[in-house]
């Protein structure tokens, strides 16, 4: 009995080896997150990065990864694609529809959040944790975040560059609560702490600039204390010294004069009923 010839296996020898690396690369990417679709384009571009592929490859394995729902938000890309740039204007439309919607997600997520009696750190590590299941991060975690905290807060790291990243704005809010909550604002000390050759950090810095706010807003109030009761006296006194000044008007005996009725001369002023 003769023996089933074996099927043999699908040759690849039709496929080119674009075609071969394009094919492995659509296993390694998952289907478009609609919740997270800043992280979704960056995992496809990590996959077909080294590939240096094309525009139009990109844009046909995006277009693969769509659903029902994403498809009706990029029809008109889908169905009449500019000549350049497609892929780019593509994931434009997507990160902008859906990018918007996550970020509203996470945003009604921590909208309850507040600092309280928390370390702005541990405020920002929960905040993260629900940023990364949501998708918002960068600037957007960055400004609620600062929503929550307290304005002078706000004031002192406002005071840093641009780029600080935002762990390091976060250690920096932790280091001035920790000293407000323990009754004090601790000066830098420069010698104990560190080498004198070292530089003061921008947390180290911002710290003793705050001891000095609050150094010359005591210094105020003390002077306007001191004046204010200065103003007072004067008020008092010179009430004082009018009263006085009348009382002795009143009370002073009229100066005499040679026309004067009563006027006496030195000797009858002097000997009185003995002159006559």
């Not at 296993?27 to 478009?32: A, E, N, W």
């Not at 009706?72 to 994931?91: E, F, H, M």
């Not at 970020?103 to 590590?125: I, T």
Request: hydrophobic share 35%.
């Amino acid at each position: 009995m003769a023996q089933p010839t074996p099927i043999p296996p699908p040759s690849t020898s039709s496929f080119s080896p674009g075609e071969i690396a394009t094919i492995g690369q659509a296993s390694r990417i998952p289907p478009f997150w609609t919740d997270m679709p800043k992280m979704w384009f960056l995992r496809l571009e990590s996959v077909m990065g080294p590939q240096h592929q094309g525009e139009q490859v990109k844009y046909d394995m995006v277009v693969s990864k769509l659903g029902k729902e994403e498809l009706s938000q990029v029809s008109d890309l889908i169905s009449n694609p500019p000549d350049q740039g497609r892929y780019t204007a593509l994931k434009t439309r997507l990160l902008r529809v859906f990018q918007a919607s996550a970020e509203a997600q996470f945003n009604k997520l921590v909208s309850g959040m507040e600092l309280r009696q928390q370390r702005p750190s541990h405020l920002l590590a929960k905040m993260n944790e629900l940023a990364k299941n949501s998708g918002a991060e960068g600037d957007t975690l960055k400004n609620l975040w600062l929503a929550r905290l307290p304005a002078w807060i706000r004031v002192i790291l406002a005071t840093n560059r641009a780029d600080t990243k935002l762990d390091d704005l976060a250690e920096m809010a932790d280091k001035v609560m920790d000293n407000l909550r323990n009754g004090e604002l601790l000066a830098v000390n420069t010698g104990s702490t560190r080498s004198s050759s070292s530089t003061p950090t921008v947390a180290e810095v911002n710290v003793e600039l705050l001891t000095q706010m609050k150094t010359m807003v005591l210094e105020l109030k003390t002077l306007r204390s001191e004046v204010n009761a200065i103003n007072n006296r004067r008020h008092n006194n010179g009430g004082r010294r009018w009263v006085r000044n009348r009382f002795r008007s009143r009370n002073r005996t009229p100066q005499r004069t040679p026309r004067s009725e009563d006027w006496l001369c030195r000797y009858h002023f002097r000997y009185r009923e003995a002159s006559r």
